[in-house]
């Protein structure tokens, strides 16, 4: 028996030579695939004999029976590994399938589940926009409701200023577009901006035109977002190509909503110098209140001192220089939270100025770069931008125009004055020993006080300033209410005048059905008298002289050190305030140049003796009388407060180089200086609103609370003297006669002067006791004749006196106002003989004949009886008498009665008050020879040719309305301003 074949390794069965036989296997799998024969001839060898035929040893046939059965085995195994294997990928077949659907299934609805929420994000983000851009911030251009006013001044949350402004739509890439439900170019893409952040617009590409369109999409969401006042445009547009034009209907409001556009950047310089001085301002404010921003402030305060600005610089770097770079920067930096924001438009084909880096100022800015087809915007990183397109001219102009009749109507802050009052417990309070201080608004939170002191520190006098309908007469009646309402008249005395055509002052004095006044108020000129300006000053020059004296014999420098040696004397401050000066000192007449010389001794050394003065003006440019004057006097005012006026007036009044007052937005808005108008100590305020019935009301508790003391002297320019004031007048002009003394005074009218001492005209039984009123005005010259008449009935017992009308102006049946004349006599019981139209020359001719009587039987000195009563005769326009120098049948005409008059009638009670229309008729009537015989003239709106007829050629004399001149020649008078009465309406007074 041959031995077991062994591997090439040696290896046994089971050995290392079964990887051997392990290899023959394999070869054997893939055998099977062969055909039987070409299997039969490779196993020859093991077919059944070796190749000589012989047969196998029993040993081998074993081993080759043995082979031939795992061969068989293998072939199974490989048999029903292939039938596994089809198994297993018909298995995965059948896996990858249901994976695949799976799979697809699991992607529907992941895509469904993102659609989903990013519908639900889109609707937050959607709510969200509009809770902090509200309509106008973030509207379609076509929604209706742009066409209605009511979004104008809307607010964001919590009644924040709304910081957010839609600049266009937005996409994110690849987010809700799976399912086509979601529509993401309908997301607003907002900026912040006001109160916020800056923005730059930079156009690339050949589309470079887009960012004026965004600009004016944001300047109207801007203003139409903010109440209507609050925010102003400042364009620089230095190639002049009218950027905010569609905006000009702002203009129209008077506020600067929409200042001039600045072209050069000198005035951009200038400008920007001062909206950081807003900035400061603001910063300063915000600071005191622990605030960071302008909106911050002003919910704080309840007052938004300043308003929001938007700085539109166009084609920015062009016409930028290093200075404006520079103010730019700073701006940028710290402008916006402090309501200075920019709106920059960068074209980057521009070459800069040397000294100018645009990346330098556009690090500060929130910038939108591209197309107008998309943009970036690099506060909304990963999304993409399609800027609005820009709104119609159309809904601009609109807007504009909604906006500043919003801002006509008034938008300022208004702060109530009663809460500046001290409490009704407190009133007439203070002293006034050291000085006076007038609470007059606010500045935030804080109370504005407007001092006035003679020392320490030296606050005498105020200058203020403003333009017509910005509140000046407001801050007026505000700041003598304030010192009224907390000093007692022996306190303060004040002498107000107003030249203004509106009578402001006017409420401060009694009315028909209103008694009650302020009690404080001395005198009140009013309607622009320039005479009784002048009158006040001289009565102020006066007692400053007068107190000057009296302080010095005390061994006091001042009012404080005078009261404090005589604390029980009564001396007050004296204040005088005068709206609208100008109009006393403009013209180069003599009242100027005496007023000017006035008020520079009272503003230089008025302080010591108390007299503050304050002079208020609409403009203080151009007074020529002024011009070397104006530092002796203006230098004596510490006190500088402007409302908004234009930039000149501002330095006028503020001082030079202190145009602050022109960067004002409201009505009642205040620049306050108290350091001669030094820029560095602005400071701004609202004036608080002095609502007529507080003030009246005040005035009436003032008025109980001082004893319904007596009236000031009101003085009106364009007014008679009121009528109901005769029976007072009578009664001091019968109290300053002297005793015993009979004579009777005919009463002309009040003195333009401070002291309301009538001006009358004595009749006695002396030559020249003729009145002739000379003037062609009629009503005050029928004022005048029912003054006479009723003064003299009143000094009469009844029926005592006897009256002559001789009415030649109202025809044969009588003029009314005669009538009114005789209803005045007969009052008091006198008799009363009334001739009229072509009676006039007959009734002369009797009154000679009583006086040639009276005369005969002794004059004056004989018994009087009823038959001898005084007899008063009037005038009543004889120019219109008809043919009084014709002769009668006796040979003597009524000329000659009328002389008979004037050169006999006062020696027997026989008086005569005329009136001429002229002096050339009046001579005619009289003659040269008997005009020198009337010793009283009352000139009424006569020429001046005529008055320096009579009282010389040096006389200046203009004709005026209610206005008339007086002189006494018979008792060597000077000529006297008189403002005749109004004619009585009959009876006693």
């Given at each position: ?19 051997r ?18 299997r039969l ?17 029993d ?9 031939l059965?795992?061969r ?7 048999a ?15 896996a990858?399938?249901d994976a695949?659907?799976?799979t ?7 895509g ?15 709510n969200r ?23 104008l ?11 957010h402004?839609r ?5 994110v890439p690849?987010a ?11 997301l607003p893409a ?25 600009i004016?999409a944001?300047l ?14 400042v ?32 005035e951009?310089?200038k ?13 300063e ?16 305060t309840?007052v ?37 924001s ?11 100025d ?8 556009l690090?500060?800015l ?6 107008n087809s ?10 993409t931008?399609r ?31 009663s809460a ?5 417990g407190?009133?007439?309070?203070e ?14 939170l804080d ?5 006035l ?5 030296s606050?005498?006098n ?5 333009a ?35 009578l402001e ?38 007692e400053f ?54 008020l520079e001794?009272l503003?230089r050394?008025?302080?010591a ?6 002079l208020?003006?609409q ?26 006026t234009?930039?000149s ?19 009642g ?25 507080l ?38 002009v019968?109290?300053?006669a ?9 009463l ?17 039984a ?10 062609d ?9 029912g003054?006479?008449?009723?003064s003299?009935a ?28 005789a ?5 008091y ?9 072509s ?29 001898r ?10 120019h ?13 005409a ?10 006999e ?52 004399y203009?004709?005026?309305a209610?206005?008339?001149?007086f002189?006494?020649l ?16 009959g009876?006693?007074?």
């Open positions: 028996m041959m031995p077991p074949r062994t591997n090439e390794s040696g290896g046994g069965p089971g050995g290392p030579g079964t990887r036989a392990g290899g023959r296997w394999s070869r054997a799998r893939r055998e099977n695939d062969r055909p039987p024969q070409d001839r490779d196993d020859s060898p093991l077919s059944g004999g070796d190749s000589e035929g012989d047969p196998l040893p040993e081998e046939r074993q081993i080759r029976t043995t082979f059965r795992l068989g085995t293998v072939d199974a195994i490989l029903a590994s292939d039938a596994g294997r089809s198994a297993a990928t018909g298995a995965y077949d059948i990858e399938r695949a659907r799976r697809h299934r699991a992607i529907e609805r992941a469904a589940e993102a659609d989903a929420a990013y519908e639900h994000a889109r609707d937050i983000l959607g926009a509009q809770r902090i851009a509200p309509f106008a911030a973030s509207a379609d251009w076509d929604d209706p409701g742009w066409r209605s006013a009511d979004f001044g809307g607010r964001g949350e919590g009644d924040e200023p709304v910081r402004l600049l266009g739509t937005l996409s690849g809700g577009q799976r399912t086509g439900h979601a529509k993401p170019d309908h907002l900026i912040p901006l006001l109160d916020v952040a800056s923005l730059g617009l930079i156009a690339e590409g050949d589309d470079r035109e887009w960012p004026i369109g965004t004016h944001l109207l969401r801007a203003l139409a977002t903010q109440p209507p006042g609050r925010l102003e445009i364009t620089y547009d230095p190639r002049i190509r009218g950027v905010t034009s569609p905006f000009s209907a702002l203009r129209k409001a008077g506020n600067d909503l929409l200042a001039d556009p600045l072209a050069t950047p000198a951009l310089t400008r920007l110098i001062q909206l950081r001085a807003a900035v400061m301002r603001v910063a404010l915000a600071g005191a209140h622990g605030e960071t921003s302008l909106g911050g402030l002003t919910r704080t309840g938004q001192p300043e308003p929001y600005r938007l700085l539109v610089v166009c084609d920015y770097p062009y016409g930028i220089d290093g200075d404006a770079q520079t103010e730019l920067i700073r701006l940028a930096e710290g402008g916006p939270r402090r309501g200075v920019l709106l920059v438009h960068h074209d980057p084909r521009v070459p800069p040397a000294n100018v880096d645009p990346g330098d100022l690090k500060h929130n910038t939108a770069r591209g197309r998309a943009v970036t915007v690099n506060a909304l990183p990963a999304v931008v800027p609005d397109d820009a709104p119609s001219r159309q809904l601009i102009e609109s807007v504009s125009a909604r906006v500043a009749e919003g801002a006509r109507r008034g938008a300022a802050p208004v702060v109530d004055f500046l009052l001290p409490p009704a407190e009133l007439w309070s002293s006034a020993i050291r000085g006076m201080t007038a609470k007059i608004g606010r500045s935030g109370v504005v006080e407007l001092e002191r003679g020392s320490d520190p606050l005498p105020v200058l203020i300033g403003g017509s309908g910005q509140g000046k007469s407001n801050l007026l009646l505000v700041l003598l209410h304030s010192i009224a309402a907390s000093y007692s008249p022996d306190e303060v005395a004040m002498f107000l005048l107003d030249f203004k055509d509106g002052f006017d409420r401060l004095g009694p009315r028909p059905g209103r008694p009650w006044h302020l009690p404080h108020a001395r005198v009140l000129g009013l309607e622009g008298d320039r005479a009784f300006g002048l009158a006040v000053l001289r009565y102020l020059d006066g002289r007068r107190r000057a004296e009296q302080f010095r014999l005390a061994g006091a420098n001042d009012l404080a050190g005078y009261r404090t040696l005589r604390p029980n004397e009564t001396v007050p401050r004296l204040l005088l305030v005068i709206d609208e000066f100008q109009v006393l000192v403009a013209e180069d007449d003599d009242i100027a140049r005496a007023s000017i010389v006035i001794t503003a050394r008025g302080r003796v108390g007299v503050h003065l304050v208020a003006s403009t203080l440019s151009g007074i020529e009388t002024l011009v070397t004057k104006e530092r002796s006097i203006f230098g004596q005012f510490p006190w500088r407060v402007s409302l908004k234009e930039a007036e501002s330095e006028a009044v503020l001082g030079r180089q202190n145009t602050e007052a022109a960067q004002l937005r409201f009505r808005e205040i620049v306050l200086n108290r350091e001669y108008g030094d820029p560095a100590h602005n400071r701004r305020g609202v004036v608080a609103y002095a609502d007529e019935h003030l009246d009301e005040l005035r009436r508790e003032l008025y109980e609370r001082a004893g319904r003391p007596m009236a000031p002297r009101v003085f009106y320019a364009a007014r008679p003297s009121d009528p109901n004031l005769l029976t007072a007048a009578l009664q001091r019968l109290i300053d002297p005793p015993g003394d009979d004579t009777k005074f005919a002309l009218g009040l003195p333009v002067d401070v002291d309301p001492a009538p001006v009358a005209f004595g009749l006695t002396d030559p020249g006791r003729t009145l002739a009123i000379v003037g005005g009629r009503d005050d010259a029928f004022g005048t004749l003054a006479v008449v009723w003299l009143a000094q009469h017992v009844r029926g005592g006196a006897e009256f002559v009308l001789l009415d030649a102006v109202g025809g044969d049946a009588g003029s009314p106002e005669t009538a009114l004349l209803e005045a006599a007969g009052a019981d006198h008799k009363v003989h009334h001739h009229t139209g009676a006039v020359g007959r009734g002369l001719s009797e009154l000679a004949e009583i006086v040639d009587e009276r005369i005969a039987t002794g004059g004056k000195h004989a018994d009087l009886t009823a038959e009563r005084p007899v008063y005769v009037l005038g009543i326009g004889l219109r008498a008809a043919r009084l120098d014709h002769y009668d049948d006796t040979g003597t009524p000329t000659d009665a009328l002389r008979t008059l004037v050169r009638g006062p020696l027997v009670d026989v008086h005569l008050i005329g009136w001429w229309n002229s002096l050339r008729v009046f001579s005619e009537h009289l003659g040269y020879e008997f005009t020198s015989l009337v010793g009283g003239y009352v000139f009424l709106r006569a020429p001046e040719a005529d008055v320096q007829g009579v009282l010389g050629p040096y006389l200046r203009e004709p005026q209610h206005r008339g001149l002189c006494d018979s008792h060597g008078g000077r000529p006297v301003p008189v403002v005749p009465f109004g004619l009585p309406n009876g006693g007074q």
